[in-house]
């Protein structure tokens, strides 16, 4: 089988790398980048942290507003898969790389046949209709011929859409690399956190946060508490910090973007962490630290519900207060395996191999994909009652 993943940003690299190991014991992999990320500390320290081979081919689109970006790689990523005629394309989570590839996908028939398009990370939902993302995902998930769901929620999601007979539940991929990178990682923890034990660590990058100065300054006044903070900084944080001229308060170490080892390493050395990431919630709760989510809402529910994670909003004080909260901070709560066992990329290739056989076999028979004949114009169809008289 032959299979082209497109990726372009930094936790879509966390999420294929399992799945490309597994998939290159038995199967083609052409591993396209969007080019989406592309500082060292964005994309390249993955490939290297992940131990997974370098894109074959990178788009280069960079960064732009929401239409520019989409709109070019829809045009730089047609051709390639031209070129590269897979049997199908994986897509993962819910970029704007996502978006692209699976638009390009849906309608592009190469040499007579359409290759099949699979969702990684499928059935997420915040309910939120004005995050980028929640489009994203949800257009990705219509457009695919197999979702694959990381929970139960998800597949809830995906069932109540019309779309469970095309989904399937396979479990988080996450999980799976921070399996592998949590025993790789020890030795990566950061000066600033091996000098400050005790940390809270913080990542903030949602557009919806740190575009504002106004809510960007909101946030960095949360952050003024009685303990060290140590915040690796997203480029869209950096950028908005840079042009308005809003500091980081004393307590507040700011750092380079971290590579994957690091932050597993930082994530599980931290007292508590706070963000508006979701790969971030998720390592907390797999890493056994209570987190606090600098959002409205979160599509892992399932952390809110163990008590290990509190969503803080607007609420003033928020931060500090979830901070102060013993029974939250109190980590002998149990740990319900929500997100899985650590193998599901195993279960992705199985899924996709299953995917390919019917989709191969479904187009022999209705040929589908095929460029269809033009039906008879109506023009020249004439109903028997229409004979001409003789
Ligand atoms: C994107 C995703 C978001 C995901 C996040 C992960 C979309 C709509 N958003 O958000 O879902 O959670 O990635 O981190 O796809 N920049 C750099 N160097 C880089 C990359 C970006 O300096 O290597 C700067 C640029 O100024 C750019 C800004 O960061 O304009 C935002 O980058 P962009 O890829 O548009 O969105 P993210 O905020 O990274
Ligand atoms: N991450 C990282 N270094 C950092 C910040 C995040 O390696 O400095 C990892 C993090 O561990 C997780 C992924 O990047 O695996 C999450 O990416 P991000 O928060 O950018 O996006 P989201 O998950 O919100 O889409």
Not at 5 to 25: D, I, M, Y
Not at 55 to 74: K, R
Not at 347 to 372: C, D, F
Request: aromatic share 4%.
């Amino acid at each position: 089988m032959r299979v082209l993943t497109v990726v372009g940003a930094r936790p879509q690299f966390v999420k294929a790398a399992p799945v490309t190991r597994a998939l290159r014991v038995r199967h083609q992999e052409t591993l396209v980048h969007t080019g989406q990320h592309y500082d060292d500390a964005m994309s390249a320290a993955f490939f290297r942290d992940l131990e997974i081979p370098p894109p074959d081919v990178n788009l280069e689109v960079g960064s732009g507003s929401h239409a520019a970006m989409t709109a070019e790689m829809l045009r730089r990523l047609e051709p390639v898969i031209e070129q590269r005629e897979p049997d199908g394309i994986l897509v993962y989570g819910d970029t704007n790389s996502t978006l692209a590839a699976a638009l390009v996908a849906a309608k592009l028939v190469v040499n007579g046949r359409r290759p099949w398009l699979a969702h990684v990370e499928a059935g997420l939902r915040s309910f939120n209709p004005l995050m980028p993302e929640e489009c994203n995902r949800i257009v990705a998930d219509h457009l695919a011929d197999l979702s694959l769901a990381p929970t139960a929620t998800a597949m809830n999601h995906l069932e109540r859409e019309g779309l469970a007979d095309r989904a399937e539940l396979v479990g988080d991929v996450m999980v799976d690399a921070h399996l592998w990178a949590a025993q790789r990682a020890e030795d990566q923890l950061p000066a600033a956190a091996r000098a400050n034990p005790g940390y809270l660590l913080v990542t903030l990058h949602r557009a919806e946060n740190v575009d504002h100065p106004d809510r960007l300054a909101r946030w960095m006044g949360e952050l003024a508490i009685d303990r060290r903070v140590i915040f690796p900084l997203h480029p869209r944080t950096r950028q908005t910090m840079k042009k308005t001229g809003i500091p980081a308060p004393s307590n507040v170490t700011v750092i380079d973007p971290v590579g994957y080892l690091a932050m597993v390493a930082l994530e599980s050395h931290a007292y508590a962490i706070a963000t508006d990431s979701g790969g971030v919630q998720k390592e907390a709760y797999l890493s056994g630290v209570p987190c606090i989510t600098l959002r409205n809402e979160t599509e892992w529910t399932e952390t809110v519900e163990a008590g290990w994670n509190r969503v803080i909003g607007d609420e003033a004080g928020g931060l500090a207060a979830a901070l102060a909260d013993v029974a939250f901070m109190n980590r002998t709560k149990s740990r319900p395996a929500h997100y899985g066992d650590g193998r599901a990329a195993a279960r992705i290739v199985t899924a996709l191999e299953a995917l390919n056989a019917r989709h191969r076999a479904q187009q022999q028979i209705t040929g589908e994909g095929l460029p269809q004949a033009s039906p008879p114009t109506p023009s020249l169809r004439r109903h028997p009652s229409e004979a001409p008289a003789r």
